[in-house]
């Protein structure tokens, strides 16, 4: 299973990005947890967005409104539309996937495969 994630950068404040996440290896519609983190230096890594199998989507309070999570699984690819970006968006991005069932997914060890993280940048 392989994870390749893209689309980070360095933005202004008040910008947007879209992130993508790429999965190999287990037929896409088949991960029930599609999920991004981040991890900013000096904090731990953090859930943004989640979503599931069925199109349920739950994202971090800070984030509410500014981001929206997203799935092709004719493209195999999870994405992240990131808007208003602020400062404290600053952060390695991660893509990670799950296939078991589970109610839990807030946590890292919630998750089976990670991607390898992208670089947001936002410039105040």
């Known amino acids: 299973v392989q994870l390749q994630a893209s689309g980070g950068g360095l933005v202004q404040t008040g910008g947007s990005l879209r992130l993508s996440c790429v999965a190999s290896?287990?037929?896409?519609?088949?991960?029930?947890?599609l999920a991004w983190f981040r991890e900013a230096p000096g904090n731990q890594r953090e859930l943004v967005a989640v979503?599931?199998?069925?199109?349920?989507?739950n994202y971090a309070d800070s984030v509410k409104g500014r981001f929206t999570i997203s799935r092709d699984n004719a493209k195999n690819t999870v994405y992240l539309q990131m808007n208003s970006l602020m400062p404290e968006d600053t952060a390695v991005y991660y893509c990670?996937?799950?296939?078991?069932?589970?109610?839990?997914?807030?946590?890292?060890?919630?998750?089976?495969?990670w991607g390898q993280g992208t670089q947001v940048t936002v410039s105040s």
């Open positions: 290896g287990y037929t896409f519609s088949s991960y029930t947890m």
């Open positions: 979503i599931s199998s069925g199109d349920t989507t």
């Open positions: 990670a996937a799950r296939r078991y069932f589970s109610s839990g997914y807030r946590y890292v060890g919630d998750y089976d495969y």
